[in-house]
């Protein structure tokens, strides 16, 4: 079905700074990047009459991702394919997963990392394994540019701590110290081109007496936005790894989620099924 | 400061041919190929992502027509189903899909083959087959002879 597009209009910047200047004239203006959330929202009417800015046109911003020493930089048309299939990005081990899990290919060959976490969506892949890397994002105005934590940017269900006259400039992603055992597991009704049902990402450091040094969990669908699961990481660090400190990490994991009833699921499913990741995940990095 | 548009033109160049057209900014890149190119193989089932119908090949890749506004596509090299063949002679996959049978009302066809043709010449793009054809649904076949031709087609490449 065809969608009506008299109520919408489109601006194609010349430069990053005009990109800035349109936002700042007009923080109504939605920033367009892989536009596969677009065509969902104007079929199902929900998007009121609205000027896009096609961050496309503005040819400051790059495709390509680019590894330096310290960290893997995405750029605001830095597509899901761009980071799966390039060497040096896809040997970060869950950002690789959250693309094979992101719909299919012909969508990862358009969607964008910077929609996908500015589209907030409970259940994204790719927010979900950005935010396990501790990820950090440059938002950028007619200001100038800040720097804000992904674990820090939702604040509810599609709710940003973004001003309207911000847009996601660039994703920087550490690179991850070496010693980290990695996990990434996307529940959905079918292997591919299916919507999370539950997900957890997680990437956990084992000191020399056996203990958590460090972890960081991240779960999705399960709570109004992405969820990093911040009591669950406390009560794991400094432990060792028994089956009863893995008992009482699913404890605290079932405190932190709040599952809802919905088209793709139940609360009890997900509920289950997230518990039974993280045991999945703390078993599997036992020391043998 | 640039205005809000509702016309712009667009340059976009489709199996090898050049085209310049002015259109809404927004219009889906299937509904140009379908009604201002007149090239009507791409075609659409959900129209909003899901069923692979309208998958062309958008710079190189394979892409879903329905989630494409034109002025994303403008300097863009495209190719659609109309593309693949020459000089009247149908490309190695569809001809596979002709000899095993891999089609039933058609819908699906045209995508399934782009996806098809991209995993042929690009077989690391995805694990296997069926998740290099996973973005394409079949509501005909239960996709076994869509396999089949596949596995065909790659037999005589």
Known sequence: MKPYLEDYAVINPDSEREVAEILADDPEVIPLAGGTDLFVSLKNGVLPPSAFLNMKSCPDFEKEPELTDSELILEPLTTISDVRYDEDANRFRLLYEACKNLSVISIQNLATWAGNVANASPCANGAAALMAYDATLELAGVEGTREVKLTQFYRGYKELKMEKEEYIRRIKVPRPEPGWKEYYRDVGPREYQAISKTLLAGRIQLGRGEEVNDVRLVAGSVYPHTLKLRQTEDYLRGRELTEETIDAACEKLQEEIQPVDDVRSNRQYRRRVTENMLREFLQESRPL | ?157
């Open chain 2, 1 to 157: 400061m640039k205005e809000p548009v509702k016309e712009q033109t667009v340059e976009l160049t489709v199996n090898g041919d050049n085209y310049e057209i002015n259109v809404h900014p927004l219009k889906r890149l299937l509904d140009v190929l379908r009604e201002d190119l007149k090239l009507t193989g791409t075609k659409e089932g959900c129209g909003e992502g899901e069923c692979g119908a309208c998958t062309i090949h958008f710079d190189g890749e394979p892409a879903l027509a329905c989630m494409i506004p034109v002025c994303q596509a403008d300097g863009a090299e495209i190719t659609t189903i109309e593309g693949l063949s020459s000089d009247g002679r149908l490309s190695l996959v569809q001809e596979a899909f002709h000899q095993e049978g891999g089609t039933q009302c058609g819908i699906c066809t045209p995508g399934m083959i782009m996806s098809a043709t991209y995993y042929i010449d690009n077989p690391d793009s995805a694990e296997n087959m069926r998740e290099a054809l996973a973005g394409n649904q079949c509501r005909c076949t239960g996709y076994k002879r869509i396999f089949d031709s596949v596995e065909e087609a790659f037999k005589n490449k």
